[in-house]
């Protein structure tokens, strides 16, 4: 059982038997010692904290010099990470400009004209973890989701706003669901509204409803979203795609919890627990103008960061299993024997970036499973490469697309992609894009030998942007400015 927090540390665990009880963060606290904040001081007591001139920071300074959003403070098991987000005047410490360094203490940097102290305390914070290894639907053994697990079993009962944020994949709508399914409204709607998916000139009459002959088309009366999900829950998936024009009109209904009609001008009181999901950086779309300030925070009264795979990998054989499971009940069905997986299989499974997350692993077991020719697969029935990467196959029925990997004309040997329409359109459309990503991104850099600067510009993207990117699909050569 661990005793106490390492020295340098900012974050550990305490076990109680094999598994962890409570996840523990050791305080800190930034002090400004020069620039036109001198003398604040802020407690860190979460593994990020962000620092720039946005409202929607953690620390908002008001030195120009400093960008909307300058640097992170990020906690692990290592110490304390600062990270620069791609500012514009840079953050230095001992005079060099600096990407990423871990603080020790009393540590002096600065971010533009601001010059700050970074200082740990001796005040620890104890986060109770879950004893659950699933929640509903969502399931996890790992410390980050039986920490949600915790958060998700005193949110849910509660009416609260709350943002779920994670990569695609890894499983909002599972949590939004589980949240309605844990709360008093779990016997009433539960109304999801994907606001990508609706064309513009549609999405307010879906949001609010319409009347009779409001519009071209409007043959009948309509009611929105929020009237459907009236004494539920409403479900906003991808709310960082809704068109800007369109956000005060959802904050005015988060508000006063009222919607009028397309051509109306009744009001119409609506009881609605309200839960959006992103895969978006709302904090950096609201400094650039792309999301609006107060909407954000009315959206993000409690916010659920879910991780992506890569980072619980423990949790990947508790998942294929589940996944198996449901496979083997239609295979008894069926007279057939229980599929397993093979040690070598696990553990190559284990070992894959997976840019596509919980869903891109659950479409690998399936294909592995119904391809597979014996009862215990192994990698070659994942189709798992030397560097563990499990690429697409065939599924049935599939149409095949095929890539020449220097955009001419195809050739043998070139790169196949696989559309599986099997699944709804989203589904097969981001699986799609995201092995596309995957194999352009490496190819991109290994062009360019590596170098950021020339293969954003070559791609178009910012350098942030595409570091981004880079560490969502796993891609790690030896990378230079």
């Known amino acids: 059982m661990t005793q106490q927090l390492g020295e340098n540390a900012a974050l550990d665990t305490v076990f109680v038997g094999a598994r962890p009880a409570v996840k523990r963060i050791r305080k800190s606290k930034l002090v400004v010692l020069e620039g036109p904040d001198g003398g604040r001081e802020y407690e860190v007591a979460r593994e990020v904290v962000t620092v720039g001139r946005s409202p929607v920071c953690d620390l908002t300074l008001t030195d120009k010099s400093v960008s909307t959003r300058h640097f992170s403070i990020i906690a692990d098991d290592r110490g304390y990470l600062l990270r620069d987000e791609g500012s514009t005047n840079g953050t230095f410490y001992a005079d060099l400009r600096v990407k990423e360094v871990y603080l020790k203490p009393g540590t002096v940097f600065r971010a533009g004209n601001t010059v700050l102290k970074f200082q740990p305390t001796q005040d620890i914070v104890t986060i109770e973890l879950s004893e659950r290894d699933r929640f509903d639907q969502v399931i996890g053994t790992s410390v980050r989701m039986r920490e949600i697990f915790a958060h998700l079993e005193r949110v849910s009962p509660s009416d609260l706003t709350v943002l779920v944020q994670g990569e695609t994949g890894t499983g909002k709508e599972l949590i939004a669901q589980a949240i309605h399914n844990f709360s008093p409204r779990k016997k009433r709607p539960f109304v999801v509204l994907d606001c ?203 149409a095949a697309l095929t890539l020449a990997a220097d955009g001419g004309a195809a050739a043998p040997g070139d790169l196949h992609f696989f559309v599986n329409i099997d699944l709804e359109y989203k589904d097969a459309k981001q699986a799609l894009t995201d092995e596309f990503e995957a194999i352009y991104l490496k190819k991109l850099v290994d062009r360019h030998q590596g170098n950021i600067s020339q293969s954003a510009k070559a791609a178009g993207l910012t350098r942030y942007h595409l570091r981004e990117l880079l560490k969502k699909h796993g891609i790690h050569q030896a990378l230079r400015e």
């Open 196 to 398: 990508s998916a609706i064309p513009k000139d549609l999405i307010e009459s879906t949001i609010f409803g319409h009347e009779k002959g409001s519009f071209t088309g409007a043959i009948a009366q309509h009611r929105g979203v929020f009237e459907q999900a009236d004494g539920g829950t409403i479900f906003l998936d991808e709310i960082g795609e809704l068109d800007l024009n369109l956000q005060p009109k959802l904050l005015r209904v988060l508000e006063n919890r009222e919607v009028k009609r397309v051509g109306s001008d009744k009001t119409i009181k609506v009881d609605v627990r309200v839960v959006a999901a992103t895969n978006r950086d709302l904090r950096k779309m609201v400094t650039e103008g792309g999301f609006r300030e107060d909407l954000y925070f009315r959206l993000s009264v409690m916010q659920i960061p879910l991780p992506p795979l890569r980072e619980r990998p423990d949790d990947v054989a508790l998942l294929v299993n589940h996944f198996l499971n449901g496979i083997n009940e239609q295979r008894q069905q069926w007279g057939r024997p229980p599929l397993q997986v093979s040690a070598d299989a696990m553990e190559s499974l284990k070992r894959r970036p997976w840019p596509g997350n919980i869903r891109e692993l659950k479409n690998v077991v399936e294909r592995g499973a119904n391809l597979g020719e014996g009862p215990v697969l192994t990698t070659r029935d994942f189709l798992i490469g030397n560097e563990g990467g499990a690429f697409s196959a065939p599924a049935v029925p599939a």
